[in-house]
T-cell receptor, first 115, second 114 residues
């Protein structure tokens, strides 16, 4: 099993809809989870982090973490064409002591929001 | 704003050449990373460093080495470039012990090995 696996997509939603991006992870990954957004030809940028079970909301973005099911998701409400990008799910590996910020990434999901 | 600068945006090299990719960050971060990004595979960690002269292998270190002589600079070296090392290389840095250990990425170097 891959350490972090995303529904590969691509995902296409109409403007104003809710985009749902999903990610599962293996036992080798835990603690902290992150969603990065990467526009075409650009580098990834952090948009959400989540550490405990439940939901975390930031504007139009909601991250959800379910440790029992080993499942992380990102919901984008009122999707806009400017949200069109690749979304990368990442987690820290289980390790004794500090992870030093080492992340393991999923393969990414391409989201297109069409007008 | 944190700035992570990679020396080249595009590089074309020949098989067997020694290749140096340079990365400099200006925020005094302890942690620095080299990832490569390939379609369908996401980002894979090559090497990371958590202090000057300290380095650890990531998931795919074969064919690569690194150097960190100064805190702000982290170099990736391809000892003898091969065609399967054609990829986008991303450097990143982070502040150790920060709340989310947020990674700041450089703009990337697209390396083509012919």
């Amino acid at each position: 099993q891959k350490e972090v696996e995303q529904n590969s997509g691509p995902l296409s939603v109409p403007e104003g809809a809710i985009a749902s991006l999903n990610c599962t992870y293996s036992d080798r990954v835990s603690q902290s989870f992150f969603w990065y957004r990467q526009y075409s030809g650009k580098s990834p940028e952090l948009i959400m982090s989540i550490y405990s079970n439940g939901d975390k909301e930031d504007g139009r973005f909601t991250a959800q973490l379910n440790k029992a099911s080993q499942y992380v998701s990102l919901l984008i409400r009122d999707s806009q064409p400017s949200d069109s990008a690749t979304y990368l799910c990442a987690g820290t590996r289980n390790a004794g002591g500090t992870s030093y910020g080492k992340l393991t990434f999923g393969q990414g999901t391409i989201l297109t929001v069409h007008p | 704003d944190v700035k992570v600068t990679q020396s080249s945006r595009y590089l074309v090299k020949r098989t067997g050449e020694k290749v140096f990719l340079e990365c400099v960050q200006d925020m005094d971060h302890e942690n620095m990373f080299w990832y490569r990004q390939d379609p369908g595979l996401g980002l894979r960690l090559i090497y990371f460093s958590y202090d000057v002269k300290m380095k650890e292998k990531g998931d795919i270190p074969e064919g690569y080495s690194v150097s960190r002589e100064k805190k702000e600079r982290f170099s990736l070296i391809l000892e003898s470039a091969s065609t399967n090392q054609t990829s986008m290389y991303l450097c990143a840095s982070s502040q150790r012990g920060s709340a989310d250990e947020k990674l700041f990425f450089g703009s990337g170097t697209q390396l083509s090995v012919l």
